[in-house]
């Protein structure tokens, strides 16, 4: 048996993943858990989603530029926080400043800590609990009542944990990335582009187009190295700044991404992450530095051509670095014509390219299979 569905008397599942398991073990239960959710109320009679996600509402956009597919996502039941600012007027972010720290937005209460409260309403979004091998502790999959994919869900850890990755934390991510199975991707943001920071990573149905255009070769791997069987690289230049991992050991594959993460922390850069697994027992995951957690002035997309950049940001949007999905809290409008649609993926690309940090370089390898054999990577100083 490799795992175990325990009903508790609240009926929400407990999966215990024993090791190893099925890839994609966890997909048909969390569907059902979706479904059930779909068709029940609040303890106040009103639904659990907010509003439902909608595929009509999404356009896909081949940029003929760069050859390359880009995906806008209008989302016009949520609303942002759209109070734009200058850019010149950004508050500078210092991801180590809250690394250690788990705060929630505009001095709110935590939701992920509240969903950990049986009397609380986000306690109602809760769709299974699941644990892997020798892992005392439960994780919580929430449902996103907000949601702009199928089978929005984020994995919550219990207590105040700050939204920082450790190489256990990779490891499990990528593990419950197999257990929902090759449908499926995986999110990370860290402290400083992150909402909430206490410890979270979303999945989905897969729909980031970087995963289209690896596949039809639209995007490639430039740099490449191998390492003990992990194939390490750049995005090709024609994408957003992002870091390239593939491997099947899962164990040497999070020691060399947190090889990474761990350079980027001391350095106190904002990074993103998509992962997924692979129908051939592979795992790829990418990674992207940023200089900022802020967008570009989401509405200067569909502004007429010509239209100037007005200089601000706001938050009435989300980047999905480096996933390429730009996610607008508006209506998708009722006509875009061809060269408009052009000039909206001009514009997410130069979004893109200025959010990102280009000038980080990445910690000696070197040094890595110098200081691995007998180390722990955790206890390893990047500089």
């Known amino acids: 048996m490799q795992a175990e569905i325990i009903k508790t008397p609240v009926t929400i599942q407990t999966i215990n993943l024993a090791s190893p398991f099925e890839p994609g073990i966890m997909k048909q239960p969390l569907q059902q858990a979706f479904a059930n959710k779909r068709q029940s109320t ?6 659990i989603f907010n509003y ?8 896909d956009v081949f940029y003929e530029a760069d050859q390359v597919w880009y995906k806008f996502s209008f989302v016009s039941g949520r609303s942002g926080y759209d ?5 010149e007027q950004i508050p500078p972010t210092s991801a180590v400043a809250v690394m250690a720290q788990h705060t929630s937005p505009k001095n709110r209460p935590c939701p992920f800590c509240s969903a950990q409260k049986a009397d609380s309403t986000i ?5 299974c609990y699941a644990s892997l091998a020798n892992n005392t502790h439960k994780d919580i ?23 920082v990755l450790t190489q256990s934390r990779i490891k499990k991510a990528l593990l419950y ?5 090759p449908d499926y991707e995986g999110l990370f943001n860290s402290a400083g582009a992150a909402t909430v920071n206490h410890y979270h990573v979303p999945f989905c149905k897969k729909k980031s187009p970087v995963w289209r255009n690896l596949e039809e070769q639209r995007v490639t791997i430039t740099n490449a190295q191998q390492i003990n069987q992990i194939v390490h690289g750049e995005l090709s230049k024609n994408w957003v700044r992002s870091r390239f991992f593939k491997g099947k050991d899962l164990d040497e594959l999070c020691r060399q991404i947190y090889w990474e993460v761990k350079d980027l922390q001391q350095k106190n850069i904002i990074h993103n992450c998509k992962f997924i697994y692979q129908q051939d027992g592979s795992f790829v995951w990418l990674m992207s530095p940023r200089l900022n957690g802020y967008m570009t002035y989401v509405y200067h997309f569909l502004e007429p051509v010509g239209t100037p950049e007005s200089g601000l940001v706001n938050t009435c949007g989300s980047i999905e670095i480096p996933g390429g999905d730009a996610i607008m809290f508006f209506e998708l409008p009722n006509k875009l014509s061809a060269m408009q649609k052009q000039i909206m993926a ?6 893109l390219d200025k959010t990102c940090d280009r000038q980080w370089q990445p910690p000696c390898y070197k040094r890595y299979l110098d200081l691995t054999a007998n180390t722990s990577i955790e206890s390893i100083n990047c500089d």
């Open 42 to 47: 609040r303890r106040n009679g009103k639904p």
């Open 52 to 59: 439902h996600y909608n595929p009509d509402e999404e356009v």
């Open 83 to 87: 109070n734009p600012i200058p850019v």
């Open 123 to 127: 306690h109602e979004e809760i769709l």
């Open 141 to 163: 999959f929430l449902m996103n009542v907000n949601e702009y994919a199928e089978d929005h869900m984020c994995m919550v850890e219990q207590g105040e944990q700050a939204q």
């Open 177 to 181: 990335a197999k257990a929902l199975g």
């Open 346 to 351: 001009q514009r997410f690309k130069k979004s």
